[in-house]
């Protein structure tokens, strides 16, 4: 208790100090809420993180009050009617306030950590700042969350042919995954992030998909005992973006606050690299070499459609391209350019 207390005090020394340096006094500072979603709440993770933009954002002018959600649901909803300045979302959640950078978790979209840091690297300069607003709502922030993975029950089915009549725990608010889980003529299971993780423990789907952050925080590793396993491919990079509404906030906090951002990938990544080393290596199911073109195929002809009707921004999906011929320039569809 002694040294919650003492933490206590110096991140309230911390905060004044930012005042202090900021010139701005308290009847100058504004008052904005900040709802930010995280599974475990207001000792998960994101909120952590979130917690120590407070010092900066004083400096900006700003005296964020922090508010902890655990349905992801219920924070858009908040925001949306104005119950908060700010909010912390998935990026599928997110797509609602910006197409484009909800696009970003499109699936196959992003190979590897490498293509998204040349993503984030390039919307984070201020020519971007236009893809990043929408309406009055503008991207302050987006955070890397590390790859999505296919959780499955039963570790048999070690190809994408056979999750054909098989149960799939799917975010009902997500259009892709919708269109996904039909493609491969799966049963879609209505889920959303506070559940999807119980329907998979519990035995009442026999897949799920998340990234492996969520792995020991919401106990995954229960549905995968005795038989499961988790297949390594790719499907999509998660990520958490930060929305503002743009005319409560002072004029360009949305590109300082993407530039603090930024400067928290490695911690990020770093959390990502820990999440992934903490599933065992017996889960892990390496699919077949020669099935991946197929697989990256078939998510192509997915977020084409998905582009075609109007549920992907197809500004994303051409950038997204383009940073995967940056690295992979020999790829056919460098020279297709359908993207």
Do not use: H
Request: hydrophobic letters at 40%.
């Amino acid at each position: 208790m002694k040294t919650r207390a003492i933490k206590k005090q110096l991140a309230g020394l911390a905060c004044a100090a930012a005042m202090t340096l900021s010139g701005f006094s308290n009847a100058e500072m504004m008052e904005r809420s900040f709802c930010v979603f995280d599974p475990i709440g207001a000792n998960g993770p994101l909120f952590n993180i979130m917690k120590t933009a407070k010092p900066s954002a004083l400096g900006w002018g700003v005296n964020l009050d922090l508010r902890a959600y655990t349905d992801e649901k219920v924070a858009a909803e908040d925001f949306k009617a104005g119950q908060c300045d700010a909010v912390l979302l998935t990026g599928t959640r997110a797509r609602e306030f910006n197409r484009f950078t909800g696009t970003l978790e499109a699936m196959g979209a992003i190979p590897g950590d490498e293509e998204m840091n040349l993503l984030l690297q390039t919307l984070n300069q201020p020519k971007a700042a236009a893809l990043l607003t929408q309406g009055e709502f503008e991207v302050a922030g987006i955070l890397p969350a590390g790859a999505v993975y296919l959780f499955i029950r039963d570790r048999n089915l070690d190809s994408v042919e056979e999750l054909q009549g098989k149960k799939i725990a799917t975010l009902d608010y997500d259009n892709a995954a919708l269109t996904m889980v039909r493609r491969v003529g799966a049963s879609v299971v209505s889920a959303n992030s506070s559940n999807f993780a119980g329907k998979f423990n519990n035995g009442n789907v026999d897949v799920a998909y998340a990234p492996a952050v969520a792995y020991t925080p919401l106990e995954l590793y229960k549905g995968l005992e005795p038989d499961g396993g988790v297949f390594n491919y790719k499907l999509a990079q998660m990520n958490f973006q930060i929305i503002i509404r743009q005319d409560r906030f002072p004029e360009g906090y949305g590109q300082l606050s993407r530039e603090y951002a930024a400067g928290r990938y490695e911690e990020a990544y770093q959390i990502i690299r820990d999440a992934e080393a903490e599933i065992k290596d017996e889960y892990w199911m390496r699919p077949a070499t020669q099935k991946l073109e197929g697989y990256d195929k078939l998510l192509r002809e997915v977020r084409m459609a998905l582009r075609d009707e109007g549920a992907y921004d197809s500004r994303a999906l051409t950038l997204m391209r383009k940073v995967r011929c940056k690295t992979n320039p020999t790829a056919g569809e460098c020279v297709e350019n359908l993207e």
